[in-house]
């Protein structure tokens, strides 16, 4: 069983900015694409970025384009999405997701059975 760990959460006033970082228990990261979703309170979780294997395709939801940015570093095994002028709708829960669809085909970014999830990190404070 992988396991993904996100850590960066924390309280965060309008305009302000996080980054987010996801480890899994895989030797190696960059095998897989990741994505990131967000579930806001009352509401769905939604799919908000993904970053292909090989670092060269991303994808992000038209309400984080522009603010967000994901990113990988092999060496660190490790998956980063930086979040900057996060807005009131951005409080709630950010999963990070191991081994998902980005970008592939009609697919812009979805899970498998063979995806792993995080058990989220909160940031709050957003209003």
């Known amino acids: 069983q992988v396991q993904v760990v996100e850590t960066g959460g924390g309280s965060v006033q309008p305009g302000g900015s996080l980054t987010l970082s996801c480890t899994a228990s895989v030797a190696t990261l960059a095998y897989y694409a990741v994505g990131w979703f967000h579930k806001a309170p009352g509401k769905e979780r939604d799919g908000i970025a993904c970053i292909s294997a090989s670092g060269d395709s991303t994808y992000y939801e038209d309400v984080v384009e522009g603010r967000f940015t994901i990113s990988r570093d092999s060496a660190k095994n490790a998956v980063y999405l930086q979040m900057t002028n996060l807005k009131p709708e951005g409080t709630g829960v950010y999963y990070c997701?191991?081994?998902?669809?980005?970008?592939?085909?009609?697919?812009?970014?979805?899970?498998?059975?063979?995806?792993?999830w995080g058990q989220g990190t909160q940031v709050t404070g957003a209003s």
């Open positions: 997701v191991v081994d998902v669809l980005c970008r592939r085909g009609t697919v812009s970014l979805g899970t498998t059975a063979s995806s792993y």
